[in-house]
Each structure stands twice: as C-alpha cells, then as structure tokens.
C-alpha cells in the first residue's frame, strides 16, 4: 500500500491511477500542497507523464464511457478533500461494471459520486445566476467569486456566448485564477491583481437601483428568511450587489 | 437618477404580486450582442420572502382605468403612480442584466386608457429592447385582456415566453372581483396564443402531461376544427416564412387562491381544465395577500394562505408530472386537500388496495404514483432494474422518503411499513400520532365540507405547523 502525492493537475490524478493498477495499490492519493507532514506510509512522489496520462484517460472513455469520464473531470474540480480516494473507487468499480456502472444507483460508492458531481455542478449553475459583474472604465465587466469547487471552466460555455461583445473577467479569489473573456475567446490563467477599483461613473447608481429593486420586490407578508437562505446560501453573500 | 429611483420603487412593488418569475422553457444562442436563454432557467437572486428573482419583474405603468378589488393599483385606491419610458425601461433592463442581476425582463402594465393603447407601449419597449440593443435575452411579457389580437402577436415574435391572468378560479368570482374582465376576453387571447403555437409547430404543453402526444398535429387537437389538406399546405409555407419564433417558452397563467370562496377541487379542476384546452407550460397560484379593505374580500388581518398554496403546488404536479387527473385527487365527499398530508399520501390512502406495490416490478406510471417517490428517484429505481434488482437499503441512496415510502411498497416481496393497511392507522403512523388521538378535525371534514366545512380556515394562521416535510 502506498500514498500517491501529485501535483494537483488532472493528468497528475490520471498518472496516480495508472500507478495505482501498475506500481503498487493506493493507500491514499494527495495533492502536494496538502501534503506538509512526511507521512508513516510510503509516499512515492507521482511525476505527470502525459504518455500515461493519456492511456488511462481513453482506458475510462472507451471502457467505462464518455459519460463516465465527464463525471469523473467534474468531480475531480470538487474543493472536497479526498475526491481523489473517492474517483479511484469508481473508476475501479467502473473498470469491473463497465459503461451500465451509473445505472448502480443504489450502490454507496456510485451514490457518493453522484452527490459530489451533483455539488459541482450545482455550485456552477447557482454561479451563472449569482455572479455579480462590475462595468469597469473601459467597458469591462468584473466579477469575484470564491466558489467551493474550481467551476471556472464550467461557467465558460453561459457566459462566452451571453457576453460575446463585451470582454469579461471571473476571478477567482480562493484559487487566485480567473477566466478572461472577449468576443468568445477565453483563457483561463492566474490573476493576482488585488484591487480593481476603476469603475465607471455610473457603476454606483446601477448597483443603488438594483438594490431598491431587490428590496422592492419582496413581500412583507410573506417574509422568510430561511427559505432565502436555503436557495442563496450565506457564503454566496459577499460577493453579492444586493446583500452588502 | 432620483427620478429613475422612485419610478423603480413604485413600478416594482406594483409588479410583485404576479407570481411567475421562471426562465425555463427557451433555449437560444446569443444571436445578437448581448444574452441567451437556458432551457431549465436561471435564478438570480431570492427575496426576503424566499421567492426567486430572476427577471426584472415591473409594471410599466400603475395608472389604471380598472376597478379590481383584489388588485393594488385598482383606480378607487390613492397610491402613488408612476410610468415608464420604453427607452428608460430597455437601458434600465440591458444595465441590469449586463451586470447578471437578472436573466431578462418581466413586463406587466396596469390598463392605462385602454387595452390597444397599453400593448402598444409594451410593445415599444420590448421592440427597443430586441432591436436597438439587440438584447437576445429572457422576455416574459402580459397580455393586456381585450388587446387587439394583432398586437398580442407581435409581442408574442419579441417575447419567449406570454402570460394571461385568469385572476380567479371561477366565473362567478370574477364577476364580483373583477367587473371589468370577462372570461371572454381573457380566453380570446389564451386560445390565440396555443392557436399560433400550433400553426408554428412550437406547442409544447405542460410538464409530462402529453407525453408521446403530437399536440401539432390538428387531429390530436380539439381546439381547431377538422383542416383539408390545402389548408395544411397553405399553413406549411407560412411557417418557412416565419424566421421569428413566437412564444417558445409558450403561455402561463395565474389565479389567485383564497380571496374568494372556491375549493379546493373547483381550483385544480380550473387548472387541469386550462393545461387541457390551451396546453398553456403552467398555471401559478397566488395566497391572497389582505390589501383592501372591500367587503367582498377576507378581512385585512387574515394571513396569506401559504400552506393551502403549498399544497395546491403540490397537487398542481402531480397533474403535469405525475399522471394524476383532478378526478383522481378529489371527490365530492372530499373536495379539500388534506392539510397535514402531502396529496399524493392522500390519494393513496384513500386508494389503499392499490398498494403495496412492488418496487422490482411494477410500471414506472405505477412508481411514480407511489408517496415518498419524485421523477428522479423513479427514473434512478427503472435504470438500476435493469442491471441489478433493487434492495430495500438501495432506496434511500437513491433519493427515495422512506418516511413515507415504507407503508405502499414491498421490495422483492418483503414488506417494509406497520402491520395495518387501514389507511387511518397509516395517516396516523405518518403523523406520529397514537391511535386513541386522532385529529377530529377530519373526522368531522369529510362529511362537513360540502357543507362549507373547509379545512383551510382552522389552519391558516398555522401555516408552519403543518408543513414539516408530509
């Protein structure tokens, strides 16, 4: 039994697998900055060799399926600690139930996985509506999230098509990343800029309106507060116009 | 700006009472400069009331010439009053929404000097909108009852989705309540839009109510009489004209529940009554909110019925997603929802020797028909059937409420629930209540209620007690 330490890439997690079923079983499987204190178990160090990387991507597509290997990216983005233990379980069981593995609603580790790319891509879809763009001098949008999971690539296809005559900026605060945008072509690289503070002249006024409007259309006699928060959960809010 | 500031103030709180606030239903690339619609929607934001918010949902105008009793703006009642310009309302909908703030618009109107006059100006804005800002975003737009039809069908090519107001379950209340509507003028236009629909062989229907149905095909529909064959064909080439879509998102509807003395059954046969004729995607309710103080109307320390609303939901999808008919859920004997049970408990307890079903066998119609189990969970128990049989602990990974589920299945023949199948010892076991104390209310309900016994007025001011999740 062996821990893996990778280097937090997706080929990295694929290489770990093909170490997994060729070098030895994993005990465990972590990202190198999770990995401060030298551990009692063998620790081998997984270099990401694309050549590998590459076998066991199209092993999961052509073996389990498409759908499996979407699944299994999606939730590689989780934030979750221990993904990488939980996506060798399903792939390993994929490996034996083949492409009718998804159908195996009722087994646990079929079940986890659901639930873990249902986070992901239920944090991405609550993104498209809760993100929160600034009209900077210049005519270009900002927004700052600091989503659980790295949805960034999964808010690419909504908002390159809804933006495409405007240049935009998602920047991630916790991954310090951002997706940048104009007329539909995207790139997504790190962004350290820590203040971006030009706004328009009329960026103050907008977010006034829209916070009149947010008070506005709420009905006294129906107030409730843990319903709201049940939908638009608490950690959303400060990067929310209408919640400061 | 201040300006701008009241206008949105006045025309928001005027426009909050209209329920619907869904983008779903469209699904469109962005073909102009800025926005595209989402098939299942996007919600931007919630309220302190909970509700979505996720078009820009105002009223262009709240000067009315009506007198509707329920209604905020009726002409009798001294509030402030304020119009938008179509200019200031399209750049106030393309700031918001190039911001995200909101998936698109929502545009209602009070009638201001006439039905033509106000669908002209909505039609103006919506017209700004599309072409001077080449907005290809959500546009949910009122049909003004007793609008020139031609005007309905232009706002109809600008808008994703239409909505006509029935106001009230019945005739009968609308008469009282609205003496300036008529059921005419506002069917007039619901069949107009569902006529075009299916011209444009765009009409969809509500949820999974016609599933497998072609609903574009004439013969399948009783709303348009039987067509030769050149009619068809002269129809045919009038859609390859037609590049614009009309409605994609089709029609809704909404009435309001509680201002006025309708059942329970009368309000949900109102509805199925609605999905059947005019296909419309959905039709909303709307807990009377006290804000007059006319004698036609419940008093103004009533609370808003928001459990009774809760339930109506309910029923409302097991009619579009569930295969249940109004006839299914209600009788004469029993024309209430039961307030403490979800309605599909209620039908099954009241269908008891349909019960247990068996998990490993029966139809997917069946399981759905089963309490505890949604679509998902249905649609999860048919694929993992296929592969491998399905175990008793399997049902809980799969999303199934075993709470209350257990007493109306058996899995691989062993049953899960209480001993009794008596459906009064299950309502009971359901509620956590012993036997020896039953609630009497509903003892006394279900021979008291055609006489005006309604259950909802001994619980609604108890709305949270009653919802814990039956």
Redesign the interface.
Known sequence: MTEYIYDATFEGFLCCVHAHYYSGKASNILPAEDCLQASLLRTVEIKTDEEKADIVYRAIEQKISPFDLRRVYRIFLSGEKGKEMQLLEYIRLGFI?GK?IS??????TV?NAELLEKKVTMEA?RL????????LEGEV?Y?RIEPDNNVLELLVP?FA??????PFIIHDLRRKRALIAESGQWYISNFAIEDVECFAE?EI??R???K?????????????????K???PVRYWKH???MQ | MKDIYEKLKILAESAKYDVSCSTSGSERKNSGKIGNTVGAGICHSWSADGRCISLLKVLFTNNCVYDCQYCVNRKSVDVQRASFEPEELARLTIEFYRRNYIEGLFLSSAVEVSPDYTAERILKALRILRRDYDFSGYIHAKIIPGADPRLVELIGLEADRLSINIEMPTEKSLKLLAPQKTTKSIFAPMKQITDTLIERNALKGPGTMFKGLELNEKANNYLLPAETNATRNSLTVKRHKSKEKFAPAGQTTQMIIGASGECDMQIMKTSESLYKTFKMKRVYFSAYIPISNSPLLPDAFSAPPLAREHRLYQADWLLRFYGFTADEMFDEKNPFLDPYLDPKVTWALRNIERFPIEINKASFEDILRIPGIGTTSALRIVRQRRVRAIKYEDLKRMGVVLKRAKYFITCSGKYYGIKSMAPDTIRNDLLGIGNEHQISMFEESSTQLTHGGNPWDNVGKRNKDIIRGN
């Open positions: 139930k009718s159908s195996y609603h009722g087994n646990p079940r879809h498209n509506g809760l993100i929160r763009f600034s009209v949008l927004a909504h098509d809804r933006f495409k005559s405007s009329t006024e907008y006034q309106l829209w009149n409007y947010f008070d506005s259309i709420a009905i006294k006699e129906r107030t409730n507060p843990r319903c709201q049940n939908f638009m929310l116009t209408e």
